[in-house]
């Protein structure tokens, strides 16, 4: 009776994973109900450095991807804004220099090249 106790050991395996399972949705449950939008887009920053899909994170957490990309968008105006420009100013500066770049190489410069601007 080898098949019963191969039986057994699944049926354990699987009430194991069950139960972690279950912790996990109630975490997730605790974070969308607790959490402000603000405090879900930075657990999804964390996911995405732990290798999670951002994707997932963000369905699991209830808010649309958007909102990450959003947020993701303003701390490069941010950034911007704490080095003395105005709004558009610097976007303007850039496309004066460049005219070719499109939105992503000036974006790809205000996350890269400006950091490497104090070096």
């Known amino acids: 009776m080898n098949g019963s106790s191969d039986d057994k050991h699944y049926k354990a395996e699987i009430e194991r994973l069950?139960?972690?399972?279950?912790?996990?949705?109630?975490?997730?449950?605790?974070?969308?109900?607790?959490s402000s939008h603000g405090d879900k887009v930075e657990v999804v920053k964390m996911l995405k450095k732990s290798g999670y899909p951002i994707k997932d994170?963000?369905?699991?957490?209830?808010?649309?991807r958007s909102s990450y990309y959003s947020a993701k968008k303003a701390k490069v105006v941010e950034r911007a804004k704490g080095d003395g420009f105005?709004?558009?100013e610097l976007v303007r500066r850039i496309k004066a220099e460049h005219p070719f770049w499109g939105y992503r190489?000036?974006?790809?410069?205000l996350k890269h090249g400006q950091s490497q601007k104090g070096s």
Do not use: F, M, S, Y
């Not at 190489?105 to 410069?109: D, H, M």
């Open 18 to 34: 069950q139960k972690i399972i279950g912790k996990q949705a109630i975490l997730i449950e605790i974070l969308k109900k607790q």
């Open 57 to 64: 994170a963000c369905k699991a957490l209830g808010i649309p």
């Open 86 to 88: 105005k709004d558009g």
């Open 105 to 109: 190489r000036v974006t790809a410069w």
